[in-house]
């Protein structure tokens, strides 16, 4: 389906082996409109039931090869694009082009060029964020809603939402006064300096952000929150440390293709999603029935993920009162669930869309 107006191209990305199944041959794409352009990969039958994968910071489309691997197996037609800034996708120089209003316009506009018909809507981290802002504005669109790591919030991800919800017992108010969002202040701080700070040396920067959880560490401050304390994400140094990447998580060839697309491009569109609560905050509040979800909303926590996790805290709060039809599923990871535990997530996925009879129908 083509509106007036777009453009698209296609070629195929190479096939990596992987641990879910064999090769993943996935099909590459790029949709050109008057205001965007999104690259996608995508996989299993184009007339199959949709599911998106919507991509967080600093990922790619390709973060989600295990899960597009296993539903494409399963008759559904999964979708990946690299989000506003990232990849091959428009990368705006303006800081205002990034807020999530524009992002889920994006999304509407790629899910109309693919037929339109209500999807599931997967995403991750500030994927995450969009996938619920989604499903808040454009219901029609929206089979059910799977968030990955990051909360849904009515009100928008945004500090204003964030700090005071902070576990106050393990971020005394007068030592970290924005708890573990301290570097989401830094952000808007200083934002020059982040990104000198992570553009110093791109490839290094990506292997010390992905990295596995640690169980031992849960309940103690997290790194993040000392951002502004230390001058900078990487203190003094003002550089990453020389760090490999770890292979469990990222396969070789897509982590390889991570770096090249930020050595490309720099650091400074995807922090600039960072950089527009007020903007955000305002698109939240027009929502339909102030945000309120009454489709099926999973959410998957990590029960190492010192940012996000929202057992023994208020983090949660907020989206447990917004969704009419929520589900949780504890994992245990960190952070970076996707790659983390690509098994699980495919297994809590699968199993949320058999009890919610999402699942698509068996020739």
């Known amino acids: 389906m083509y509106a007036a107006g777009m453009t698209s191209t296609t070629h195929l990305v190479d096939p990596h082996p992987h641990s879910l199944g064999g090769p993943a041959a996935l099909r590459s794409h790029t949709l050109h409109t008057p205001r965007h352009t999104t690259h996608y990969v995508e996989s299993g039958p184009a007339d199959g039931p949709l599911m998106f994968f919507l991509h967080g910071w600093p990922e790619l489309g390709l973060i989600w090869r295990a899960q597009l691997e296993a539903f494409a197996a399963e008759g559904w037609h999964c979708v990946a694009p690299d989000m506003r800034g990232y990849g091959h996708s428009s990368a705006p120089a303006a800081s205002q082009a990034y807020t999530n209003e524009q992002v889920v316009m994006d999304m509407v506009s790629l899910h109309d060029h693919l037929g339109g018909r209500p999807a599931v809507w997967v995403g991750h981290d500030w994927g995450s964020v969009i996938a619920g802002s989604l499903a808040a504005h454009e219901r029609p669109r929206c089979r059910g809603v799977v968030l990955i790591s990051v909360p849904y919030f009515p009100d928008a991800n945004a500090l204003p939402t964030l700090v005071p919800l902070v576990d106050r017992t393990?971020?005394?108010?007068?030592?970290?006064?924005?708890?573990?969002?301290?570097?989401?202040?830094?952000?808007?701080?200083?934002?020059?300096?982040?990104?000198?700070?992570?553009?110093?040396?791109?490839?290094?920067?990506?292997?010390?952000?992905?990295?596995?959880?640690?169980?031992?560490?849960?309940?103690?401050?997290?790194?993040?929150?000392?951002?502004?304390?230390?001058?900078?994400?990487?203190?003094?140094?003002?550089?990453?440390?020389?760090?490999?990447?770890?292979?469990?998580?990222?396969?070789?060839?897509?982590?390889?293709?991570?770096?090249?697309?930020?050595?490309?491009?720099?650091?400074?569109?995807?922090?600039?999603?960072?950089?527009?609560?007020?903007?955000?905050?305002?698109?939240?509040?027009?929502?339909?029935?102030?945000?309120?979800?009454?489709?099926?909303?999973?959410?998957?926590?990590?029960?190492?993920?010192?940012?996000?996790?929202?057992?023994?805290?208020?983090?949660?709060?907020?989206?447990?009162?917004?969704?009419?039809?929520?589900?949780?599923?504890?994992?245990?990871?960190?952070?970076?669930?996707?790659?983390?535990?690509?098994?699980?997530?495919?297994?809590?996925i699968r199993a949320w869309l058999q009890d919610k009879r999402l699942t698509p129908p068996r020739p």
Request: proline share 8%; glycine share 6%; net charge negative.
């Open 170 to 348: 393990i971020y005394p108010a007068e030592r970290y006064p924005d708890g573990q969002w301290d570097y989401y202040r830094y952000y808007n701080t200083h934002f020059e300096a982040a990104l000198a700070d992570l553009d110093a040396d791109k490839a290094a920067s990506l292997a010390s952000i992905f990295r596995a959880g640690d169980p031992a560490s849960v309940g103690t401050p997290a790194s993040n929150a000392t951002v502004t304390r230390n001058g900078g994400r990487f203190g003094a140094a003002h550089r990453a440390p020389p760090t490999r990447p770890d292979t469990a998580l990222w396969p070789a060839a897509d982590f390889a293709q991570l770096v090249r697309t930020f050595e490309k491009h720099g650091f400074r569109a995807p922090c600039a999603w960072y950089l527009n609560d007020e903007a955000n905050i305002a698109y939240a509040r027009r929502a339909p029935d102030s945000g309120h979800l009454s489709l099926p909303v999973l959410f998957l926590n990590g029960d190492y993920d010192l940012m996000n996790s929202i057992e023994g805290n208020r983090l949660g709060e907020p989206m447990r009162l917004a969704c009419a039809d929520l589900s949780v599923t504890n994992l245990p990871g960190a952070h970076w669930l996707p790659l983390e535990r690509k098994a699980e997530v495919v297994q809590a």
